[in-house]
Structure formats: structure tokens, C-alpha cells
T-cell receptor, first 113, second 116 residues
Framework: EPEVTQTPSHQVTQMGQEVILRCVPI?????FYWYRQILGQKVEFLVS????????KSEIFDDQFSVERPDGSNFTLKIRSTKLEDSAMYFC???????????FGSGTRLTVV | AQTVTQSQPEMSVQEAETVTLSCTYD???????LFWYKQPPSRQMILVIR??????QNATENRFSVNFQKAAKSFSLKISDSQLGDTAMYFC?????????????FGQGTTLQVKP
């Protein structure tokens, strides 16, 4: 069964450093997403990406965040200057169509120290 | 704004028994989708079941079924013949039908413990 692949599975970074979280969505999917889950809390929407541009972003997705689909297969989330409160599980997801349900990646656990 | 509420933070059930997890949502739309996702200790998010709001028939997937009450804005998940592998956090989620983004709005989650 097709999978969404996320790397790395766990990243530790110092406050103020830039991190790039990587995702390879399912190849024929058209909609791409990033979500965040702070430990023990609910899953929060960050950003959606369709047709090579951001289609919606949340209040969390401020200027320190950016997304890119540089080569038609990878989908990256960049955090420019990490803060302690950015520590969370970050999930990438993709879907082929609206309403079909997503396929989530296994997540990247980001720890900011 | 749409909201999704799961009022049961934790539940437990004996193996082989049946358990129902509750979810309510708030929307003014008539066209939308509802989902249940399972998050086991590995923290992977796994789609359990989906429901299209325009369909009156409740969705079923093997041991998992939903009770979709559109007027009451309720979407509960029933797990029959519970298995130890069902132990996980379960999230209810809402998706606009007319949105071009497909954003999911999640509830707070219910932690389910299946006891042997």
C-alpha cells in the first residue's frame, strides 16, 4: 500500500536554529498538508498546499514557517528560527481528492532545546 | 467556526466487548465529511472510517461502525469485539465539503484502553 514517508523520524535542534522537515507524499496525490501535535494534545492544522501554492494556512503558520515542493516529489516544511514551543510531532499528509481521507506520514518528532 | 468535541478523554473496555466513542461537531454547512482516526502508541495517524454527510447510511468497516446523526450533529464510533490492538487514541475529524483546501479539524481525542 502506498505510503507517505517522512524524514527524519526524530530531530533535536537548538533554539534559534533552522530545521527542514521532509516528506514524500503519495505520487498521484494532489493535496498536501502539514499538521502539528504537541505532546498529549490535539492535532492542529498548519498549512495546505495545492497546485504548487499554499491554499490555506493557520494562525500558527507565521512568517517563520514555509513550505516548498521543490521537485514534484518532496514536500518540505521549514522552520527558520525554532522556539522551545515548536517542540511537537509534525505530520505530513496527502490526499487524492477532497473527502477521501488523508494518508498521514509517521511523523517527525521535533525537540527544540 | 467549525468545532469538533470529544467529551470522553479516556475510556476502557474489556477485550471482546463493544465500546462507543462520542463526537459532536458544529457547522452550518450541509455538505461535509467526517472521519475517525486512530493513533496508537507509535503515534502514526491511521484512518479508521469516513462518512459523507449527504449519505444517510452509516459507514461500516469490519468491526468499526458509526452512528451518524446529522440533525443532532453527532458522529459516534462503535468498536465491536474489541481487541488489544485497538488500544490507541481516537480522533474525530471534520472536513468542509466545499473547501478547496481539505483542511481537517480535529477533536481533542479519546484515549481507549482495551483490557485483557
Amino acid at each position: 500500500e502506498p505510503e507517505v514517508t517522512q524524514t527524519p523520524s526524530h530531530q533535536v535542534t537548538q533554539m534559534g536554529q533552522e530545521v527542514i522537515l521532509r516528506c514524500v507524499p503519495i505520487s498521484n496525490h494532489l493535496y498536501f498538508y502539514w499538521y502539528r501535535q504537541i505532546l498529549g494534545q490535539k492535532v492542529e492544522f498548519l498549512v495546505s498546499f495545492y497546485n504548487n501554492e499554499i491554499s490555506e494556512k493557520s494562525e500558527i503558520f507565521d512568517d517563520q514557517f514555509s513550505v516548498e515542493r521543490p521537485d514534484g516529489s518532496n514536500f518540505t516544511l521549514k522552520i527558520r528560527s525554532t522556539k522551545l514551543e515548536d517542540s511537537a510531532m509534525y505530520f505530513c499528509a496527502s490526499s487524492a481528492r477532497q473527502g477521501g481521507g488523508y494518508t498521514f506520514g509517521s511523523g517527525t518528532r521535533l525537540t527544540v532545546v | 467556526a467549525q468545532t469538533v468535541t470529544q467529551s470522553q478523554p479516556e475510556m476502557s473496555v474489556q477485550e471482546a466487548e463493544t465500546v462507543t466513542l462520542s463526537c459532536t461537531y458544529d457547522t452550518s454547512e450541509s455538505n461535509y465529511y467526517l472521519f475517525w482516526y486512530k493513533q496508537p502508541p507509535s503515534r502514526q495517524m491511521i484512518l479508521v472510517i469516513r462518512q459523507e454527510a449527504y449519505k444517510q447510511q452509516n459507514a461500516t468497516e469490519n468491526r468499526f461502525s458509526v452512528n451518524f446523526q446529522k440533525a443532532a450533529k453527532s458522529f459516534s464510533l462503535k468498536i465491536s469485539d474489541s481487541q488489544l490492538g485497538d488500544t490507541a487514541m481516537y480522533f474525530c475529524a471534520f472536513q468542509h465539503g466545499s473547501s478547496n483546501t481539505g483542511k481537517l479539524i480535529f477533536g481533542q481525542g479519546t484515549t481507549l484502553q482495551v483490557k485483557p
